[in-house]
């Protein structure tokens, strides 16, 4: 069965670096999102990209946020410096064919940023 | 502006028993969709069950059902014959149709399962 992945499953490193995580969609999909989970709380919504363009962000997703879909399979977040903050789970899914269908989600990456 | 309010933290249940996890929702979208996912230890989202708000029948998959009642904005969850795998926390989301379709998540709920 197609299954998102994302890589790597841990990422630490020190406040004021760049990360980039990588997730790889389920292959036919079309619509990408990008959570994120602090620990012990609900999972929040940062972007969602379509048609090479991100069509919707949270007001999380500042200007130390992008994404990118370099290629036709992967689809990167990247954090551009890094806060104390942004210690969290980052969750990539995707969808098919049309808002509303069920997001399948990647297993995670967890950032520590120290 | 969509929001999903779990009222329950924690729940517990003896095993083989029935759960019903409470959710309710306030949405000014007229077409969306409510979903139940499951995040056990390894934080990995299952989804568990997916309503379409257009349908009056309670969506079904196996031993987990919902009682949605539109009106009152509310879907609940009801697990029966509780096993110790659904230990889990369990989240209520909402998407709506008219925009990118991104998921508005509840607070969670733990689910503790008891042999």
């Known amino acids: 069965e197609p299954e998102v992945t994302q890589t790597p499953s841990h990422q630490v490193t020190q406040m004021g670096q760049e990360v980039i995580l990588r997730c790889v969609p389920i292959?036919?999909?079309?619509?990408f999102y990008w959570y994120r989970q602090i620990l012990g709380q609900k999972v929040e919504f940062l972007v969602s990209?379509?048609?090479?363009?991100?069509?919707?962000k949270s007001e999380i997703f500042d200007d130390q946020f992008s994404v990118e879909r370099p290629d036709g399979s992967n689809f990167t977040l990247k954090i551009r410096s890094t806060k104390l903050e942004d210690s969290a789970m980052y969750f990539c899914?995707?969808?098919?064919?049309?808002?509303?269908?069920?997001?399948?989600f990647g297993p995670g990456t967890r950032l520590t940023v120290l | 502006a969509q929001t999903v309010t779990q009222s329950q933290p924690e729940m517990s249940v003896q095993e083989a028993e029935t759960v019903t996890l409470s959710c309710t929702y306030d949405?000014?979208?007229?077409?969306?969709?409510l979903f139940w996912y499951k995040q056990p230890p390894s934080r990995q989202m299952i989804l568990v069950i997916r309503?379409?708000?257009?349908?009056?029948q309670n969506a079904t998959e196996n031993r987990f059902s919902v009682n949605f009642q539109k009106a009152a904005k509310s879907f609940s969850l009801k697990i029966s014959d509780s096993q110790l795998g659904d230990a889990a926390m369990y989240f209520c989301a909402s998407a709506g149709s008219g925009n990118t379709g991104k998921l508005i998540f509840g607070q969670g709920t733990t689910l503790q399962v008891k042999p």
């Open positions: 990209f379509y048609n090479n363009e991100i069509s919707e």
């Open positions: 292959s036919n999909h079309l619509y």
């Open positions: 309503q379409e708000a257009y349908k009056q």
């Open positions: 899914a995707s969808t098919g064919g049309r808002v509303g269908d069920t997001q399948y």
């Open positions: 949405t000014s979208e007229s077409d969306y969709y």
